[in-house]
């Protein structure tokens, strides 16, 4: 059973940092891609950065690069998301999303086909 599992959420204030985390269990040979997502409140869920698994290549939104670093864990089949300088609009609930199949869309919320339950960043100005 595969299964996806974030932590490192939390109030944070304007200007900090932050690390999220995502563990993936389940078939870890077979994964492709690991992502990042986010969802405001009231608003659709974005695309943050992706990490191919084989060759770490990485991919951001335009609006996460600088801030935002995605890195991979293979040994320990987990992704991470660093967020620096920190802004009231980064709150939202970050979702970590898996793709075992090549060529899926990588920026789309449908090229995924396993998500975490999500972990709250609130950041407080």
């Known amino acids: 059973q595969v299964q996806l599992v974030e932590s490192g959420g939390g109030l944070v204030q304007a200007g900090g940092s932050l690390t999220l985390s995502c563990a993936a269990s389940g078939r870890t040979s077979s994964i492709r891609a690991m992502a990042w997502f986010r969802q405001p409140s009231g608003k659709e869920r974005e695309f943050v950065a992706v990490i191919g698994w084989t060759a770490s290549s990485t991919y951001y939104a335009d609006f996460a690069k600088g801030r935002f670093t995605i890195s991979g864990d293979h040994d320990k089949n987990m992704a991470h998301l660093r967020i620096d300088n920190l802004k009231p609009e980064d709150t939202a609930i970050y979702y970590c999303?898996?793709?075992?199949?090549?060529?899926?869309?990588?920026?789309?919320?449908?090229?995924?086909?396993?998500w975490g339950q999500g972990t709250q960043v609130t950041v407080s100005s």
């Open positions: 999303a898996r793709t075992d199949v090549m060529g899926s869309s990588l920026e789309d919320v449908g090229g995924y086909a396993y």
